[in-house]
């Protein structure tokens, strides 16, 4: 009896995915995303929505504002964040500082963190411009599944640092990788094992535009009390 060409097609298929798994080859799409954004991957700017769970009370505590980036080498990343909701402050990552601006208490408190920059800069690849072998050089991979993040599809992977220093401050961390842009439209750190994670909303989002160093500058007014933390 002669086998219908949607048969042998079928079993062709079936063929195909016993030998490469469909985890697999979705795993490599979102890959292929990543590596071909961070081709060319220089600034980005986008509105910003952070929400912060406390799981022990059952708390969420959500700002908003804009960020602006800039990657100015492999492993180093310049972030300006304008916080607007509920209350104004602007947090400034560079160079191994962050520093973090409060207008009403006019008052700006600066961390060093260069001690701490490898895992700084294990944090930085989970943002933009990273390319998958950074990636998978630092972190177990897998693929949770697509789904649509604000009007977005992307696909949704879930990383565990190798690193037990890293493994310490996040214990894992999801990235919805947009299929368009190839950049996440959502972060969630996992922060603690009772619970505790940041979950981070990006849209609006603009890919390489004209940003100088000065809008990336954290520019505090005279009067303000500095606070030097973490030396």
């Known amino acids: ?5 949607s048969v042998k097609l079928s079993f062709a298929f079936f063929c195909v995915s016993a030998v490469v798994p469909l985890s697999a080859q979705s795993l490599d799409s979102v890959f292929s995303h990543l590596d071909k954004s ?27 504002g804009t960020i602006r980036l800039k990657r100015v080498k492999a492993g180093e990343t310049h972030i300006l964040v304008d916080f607007t ?23 700006v408190q600066i961390y060093d963190l260069r001690s701490k920059r490898s895992i700084l800069e294990q944090g930085m690849l989970l943002g933009f411009g990273a390319t998958s072998a950074e ?3 630092a972190y177990e991979v897998t693929y ?5 993040i604000a009007g977005q599809a992307a696909g949704h992977i879930r990383l565990v640092p190798k690193s037990k220093e890293v493994l310490q401050s996040l214990k894992a961390a999801d990235l919805w990788i947009s299929d368009s842009l190839g950049v996440p439209v959502q972060q969630k750190f996992l922060t603690s094992g009772t619970g505790d994670y940041t979950l981070i909303l990006y ?11 000065k809008d990336l500058k954290l520019n505090v007014p005279k ?3 500095t606070q030097q933390i973490g030396k």
């Open 38 to 64: 961070a081709e060319g991957f220089k600034t980005l700017s986008a509105d910003i929505k952070q929400t912060a769970h406390t799981a022990i009370v059952n708390d969420d505590s959500a700002e908003s």
């Open 1 to 5: 009896m002669a086998v219908s060409l």
């Open 203 to 213: 849209t609006n989002l603009k890919i390489n535009p004209s940003l100088s160093d």
């Open 85 to 107: 909701t509920p209350s104004a402050k602007t947090v400034s990552i560079a160079a191994g500082d962050v520093s973090i601006y409060m207008p009403k208490a006019k008052t």
């Open 144 to 148: 949770v599944g697509q789904e649509t």
């Open 135 to 137: 990636i998978k050089a």
């Open 223 to 225: 009067g303000v009390q």
